[in-house]
């Protein structure tokens, strides 16, 4: 049997009378829909540089659930990985930095690469990176890898955005809810 109603009904009464589940709207729908700077698309690519992963102190996010694929990698039992090599920040944890501000596993390139943690992997497709163009020139005076290799449309930058949005949310929540 055919649904008489549109994909813009989003009632109980249509998951009712049709028997099918409700369709949601994308949470950034309306974000895909806008115009940007990078309508174009941005070219990056990694230069592996360090710039990103030196420099002043900051924070490395790192997710609950990607400790034990770094951990596995640098052959650590997962306990003694987050114990040496991170500290507790928000809902995950950070990556302790050598007083210079350095990555502890950046020296003379990443040694975590292939498995880095998605704020290194998404970088420089970030949020606060896209919200202007004015600072996405700011950054590509920093970042020798922005306007380099190959084109990334504007639907797969905001794919990258919207995939580290979950832990963004997810962050904010767990310390709102710590510190209730």
């Known amino acids: 049997m055919g649904c008489a109603k549109s ?3 989003y009632g109980s009464c249509h998951q009712i009378i049709c028997q099918k589940p409700i369709i949601y709207r994308k949470p950034m729908e309306k974000l895909y829909n806008r115009s940007y700077f990078f309508d174009q698309g941005l070219h990056f690519e ?3 540089c360090g710039v990103c992963c030196t420099g002043d102190p900051g924070i490395i996010y790192v997710d609950r659930d990607e ?3 770094i951990a596995e990698y640098i052959c650590a039992e997962v306990s003694l990985f987050i114990e040496k090599y ?3 920040y928000r809902a995950g944890y950070s990556i302790k930095e050598h ?3 350095r990555c502890l596993f950046y020296d003379d390139g990443c040694s975590i690469y292939p498995v880095r943690p998605d704020q290194c992997k998404t970088y420089p497709f970030w949020f606060e990176n896209l919200r202007s ?3 996405w020139r700011r950054l590509s005076r920093e970042c020798p890898g922005i306007g380099c290799g190959p084109l ?3 639907d797969k930058i905001l794919k990258i955005v919207q995939s580290t949005m979950g832990a963004v949310v997810k962050s904010f929540f767990e310390t709102k809810k710590n510190i209730s």
């Open 152 to 154: 990334h449309s504007k």
């Open 86 to 88: 991170l500290y507790p």
């Open 7 to 9: 994909d813009a009904c």
């Open 46 to 48: 990694c230069q592996q």
């Open 99 to 101: 007083s210079d501000g």
């Open 67 to 69: 400790v034990p694929r």
């Open 133 to 135: 163009v004015k600072k």
